[in-house]
Each structure stands twice: as structure tokens, then as C-alpha cells.
């Protein structure tokens, strides 16, 4: 297995299996070797600007539960906390919070407060999230072909 810069062997070993299953990869011939499927390799190419940082770093923004919805939802323009909470009703307010301030902290979401009465929060990608947008536009348009793939 080759190494990526930042990922350890356990933590590949640990995902290979889950992204064979989803379709992105499969065994190659060695029973050991893993390759991009054409579903895995069109994901690669959407999510290239993501991984212009180290791989450990783009695997670590995107891997968290949530993090990819919140930010493709974001990639259509600012939302308030409450309609985020809303596009995502499985979604616990608590988990919406620690995802936006992760988000945040990666330099991909910022935070404004409007001043209320009642006060609003309003979320947006930043500088650096607003170069995501063409790879959010592509994992959309895979998911969307995925989806009707399958038949959904």
C-alpha cells in the first residue's frame, strides 16, 4: 500500500474498507492493492482544491460527520444557524455548533452576529471556503448522478 503524506498506515487500513464499500475504491488485483474506482477518481477531481493542503489536513476538515453537508449547503450562499438546523433535521443543535466552529477554526466558515432584537447568526464560507465552490458544485453533481444511478 503506498503511503499519503499525513495519513497513517492504521488509519488507511481502517478506511479502505468503508470506501470500498461505498464504491469509491475497490481491490485491484493484488488482494492488498486498493484502486480509485471512476466514481472515486470523478470524488478525487471535486475535491482536489480541498486537498491543495496536506492530505491530513483536507481528510481531517471533511471526515467529521456533517462537515461535507454543511459546507455544500453553505457553497449555495450564507444561512442562519436555524436554517442550517432545519436543512439538517437528524442533525442535534450541539453537533451543528462543535461542526460550524470546527468549520470555523479550519478558516473555511465564518460567523456574523446581526444585532437583533432578535440577535441572528448568520454563517458563510470565507475567502478560502469560497475556493471550495467549484468542488462543492462537482460532489454535488456526483452525488446528484449517484443518486439517480441508483435508482433514488
Known amino acids: 500500500m503506498s503511503a499519503l ?15 470500498a464499500d461505498s464504491g ?6 493484488a ?3 486498493y484502486e480509485l474506482t471512476r466514481t472515486g477518481m470523478s470524488l478525487g477531481r471535486a475535491l482536489r482544491p480541498l486537498c491543495e493542503r ?3 489536513d483536507a481528510i481531517a476538515v471533511i471526515e467529521h460527520r ?14 442562519r444557524f436555524s436554517e442550517i438546523e432545519r436543512a439538517f433535521p437528524a442533525m442535534a443543535p450541539d453537533t451543528l455548533s462543535a461542526r460550524l466552529r ?11 452576529v446581526e444585532p437583533g432584537p432578535p440577535v441572528s447568526t448568520l454563517y458563510s464560507l470565507t475567502k478560502e471556503g469560497e475556493r471550495l465552490r467549484p ?3 462537482r460532489i454535488r453533481r456526483w452525488a446528484d ?8
Open 5 to 19: 503524506p499525513g495519513v497513517s498506515p492504521t488509519v488507511l487500513n481502517a478506511r479502505l474498507p468503508r470506501l
Open 24 to 29: 469509491l475504491v475497490s481491490h485491484g488485483h
Open 31 to 33: 488482494r492488498s492493492l
Open 54 to 56: 496536506a492530505p491530513a
Open 66 to 79: 456533517w462537515a461535507l453537508p454543511i459546507l455544500l449547503l453553505l457553497g449555495d450562499g450564507p444561512a
Open 102 to 112: 470546527e468549520l470555523g477554526d479550519s478558516g473555511l466558515v465564518e460567523r456574523h
Open 135 to 137: 468542488a462543492l458544485a
Open 145 to 152: 448522478d449517484s443518486r439517480r444511478r441508483q435508482g433514488f
